[in-house]
């Protein structure tokens, strides 16, 4: 199973953009990156996906390296309801869709008033 | 929609003894997968199950179990319940799909004393 990096936590001033970075070098070819958060003992939230291209929603945006061995999720605006724990998984896959997630410890973004 | 709902939010056992714990995944959502977290360990993937058949299963012991139903509401079970049992279970759904999102129910904190 492809295993993700990221940096245990990060600061971020309210207004600004927040980048969280994410390493996922043994990453397959047919594996999508995924960005879930968490806030408090709430059920994880997610966020955006993507394979190769760069994605962009209404809450996020998502910049995956062309070797695709890293990425980067993008929150434009930063508020203090964006303060959780970020996680960056490479969703698994056996030849067809799964469910199942790989959990790493995920940084926690602290959003600063 | 209705999101993935989990009951019950809250519960305490005895050691000893065991617990059924449901989920009932967004409609249309065939795949349900089932996670522990806990402090020490973190989220941890227990088992996903499609179209009523486990197709996943982490690494826990037999004391853990799972099914799905026709309708893909799914239950999870633990018997002989250890103290170390004690965590928030998730429950995820999502589309048969590679390029599709899943995703997470509330919880059920379980307390074993």
């Known amino acids: 199973d492809a295993k993700t990096t990221q940096p245990p936590s990060m600061d971020c001033a309210e207004g600004r953009a927040a980048n969280l970075p994410c390493n996922h070098s043994t990453i397959s070819g047919n594996e999508y990156v995924y960005w879930y958060r968490q806030i408090h003992s709430q059920g994880p939230q997610y966020i955006i996906h993507?394979?190769?291209n760069n994605e962009t929603n209404e809450m996020a945006s998502l910049i995956i390296t062309e070797d695709r061995k890293s990425s980067t999720l993008i929150l434009p605006h930063a508020t203090l309801r964006d303060t959780a724990v970020y996680y960056c998984?490479?969703?698994?896959?056996?030849?067809?869709?799964?469910?199942?997630?790989?959990f790493g410890t995920g940084t926690l973004l602290a959003v600063q008033p | 929609k209705a999101g993935v709902t989990q009951t019950p939010r809250y519960l305490i056992k005895t050691r000893g003894q065991q617990v059924t714990l449901s989920c009932s995944p967004i409609?249309?959502?065939?795949?349900v997968s089932w996670y522990q977290q806990t402090p020490g360990q973190g989220l941890q993937f227990l088992f996903e199950y499609f179209s009523e058949t486990q197709r996943n299963k982490g690494n826990f012991p037999g004391r853990f179990s799972g099914r799905q139903f026709s309708n893909s509401r799914s239950e999870m079970n633990v018997s002989t319940l250890e103290l170390g049992d004690s965590a928030l279970y998730l429950c995820a759904s999502s589309l048969a799909s590679e390029n599709t999102e899943a995703f997470f129910g509330q919880g059920t904190r379980l307390t074993v004393v």
């Open positions: 993507g394979l190769k």
């Open positions: 409609s249309g959502h065939r795949s």
């Open positions: 998984i490479v969703r698994v896959s056996y030849g067809g869709a799964t469910n199942k997630l790989i």
